[in-house]
């Protein structure tokens, strides 16, 4: 892990198109800005991790081709 120190206003440049700029630091909190391309995901970890186990229980579950048959009715 690549670990930097930035101050207010002060930004990170990830590749040549995505920005994260440090807006406010208040105690323990810090409220950052991220600037990237609409093509770009961007996701809290724990609502990325949420997406990723709903994909693999999506992925690994069996539905019957009567339900199938119902959906397009």
Request: net charge neutral; aromatic share 4%; glycine share 4%.
């Amino acid at each position: 892990m690549l670990t930097l120190s930035r101050k207010i206003n002060e930004s990170i440049m990830i590749g040549n198109d995505i920005e994260i700029t440090i807006l406010d630091v208040k105690g323990d909190q810090v409220k950052i800005g991220i600037s990237a391309p609409k093509t770009v995901p961007v996701y809290r970890k724990e609502i990325y991790v949420q997406i990723q186990d709903v994909n693999k229980e999506a992925a690994n579950s069996e539905v019957s081709l009567d339900a199938l048959k119902n959906i397009f009715k």
